[in-house]
T-cell receptor
């Protein structure tokens, strides 16, 4: 069975600080990895995804994530956060024939101006 | 290009009632998945529909059922509502072809069961 663990429930940063959100997954086969973001009052949006190839993937709004297979990790990073990055961030994994997504519990990011 | 749409946006039901939620997939997408997101939790997979057939189901009881129509839109039906069914219900669609692993979400329907 697939599972996803997000280490931080709530992260509070000041603008311009660097961000790293942890994500570890458990799955026995080939996985696809995703980060989704949910801004206040908005629907889930895809930030970035990893299927294969270069383990460092770049997404929208300056976010990137690195897939480290040996650590079963897919951490999200941004060098300098903005107030507008305040949102909830979800890591998700899929694998198997129907590509169902298994989500972590999410990390709420608050960026103070 | 129209994204995933869901209706209604929110509704209130009482325990024991039945509810139907609707989803229109994004243009060109033939697969629809449904998720339940309880407060403070990540979305949980309910089931997926592909070509009008159920294509995988999560750990939800049979009173959660669904349909997919020839135009790829979908319904989620929940019978005998329980208080714990109160949640945000999300629909996601996936495209045909090489990007079928990527799911795009609608705004959700917020259900409150009293």
């Amino acid at each position: 069975a697939q599972s996803v663990s997000q280490h931080n429930h709530h992260v509070i940063l000041s603008e311009a600080a660097s961000l790293e959100l942890g994500c570890n997954y458990s799955y026995g086969g080939t996985v696809n990895l995703f980060w989704y973001v949910q801004y206040p009052g908005q629907h889930l949006q895809l930030l970035l995804k990893y299927f294969s190839g270069d383990p460092l993937v770049k997404g929208i709004k300056g976010f990137e994530a690195e897939f480290i297979k040996s650590k079963f990790s897919f951490n999200l990073r941004k060098p300098s956060v903005q107030w507008s990055d305040t949102a909830e961030y979800f890591c998700a994994v899929s694998g198997g024939s129907n590509y169902k997504l298994t989500f972590g519990k999410g990390t709420l990011l608050t960026v103070n101006p | 290009e129209t994204g995933v749409t869901q209706s209604p946006t929110h509704l209130i039901k009482t325990r024991g009632q039945q509810v139907t939620l609707r989803c229109s997939s994004q243009s060109g997408h033939n697969t629809v998945s449904w998720y339940q997101q309880a407060l403070g939790q990540g979305p949980q997979f309910i089931f997926q529909y592909y070509r009008e057939e159920e294509n995988g189901r999560g750990n939800f009881p049979p009173r959660f059922s669904g349909l997919q129509f020839p135009n790829y839109s979908s319904e989620l039906n929940v019978n005998a509502l329980e208080l714990d069914d109160s949640a945000l219900y999300l629909c996601a669609s996936s495209p045909q072809g090489g990007e079928q692993e990527t799911q795009y979400f609608g705004p959700g329907t917020r259900l409150l069961v009293l």
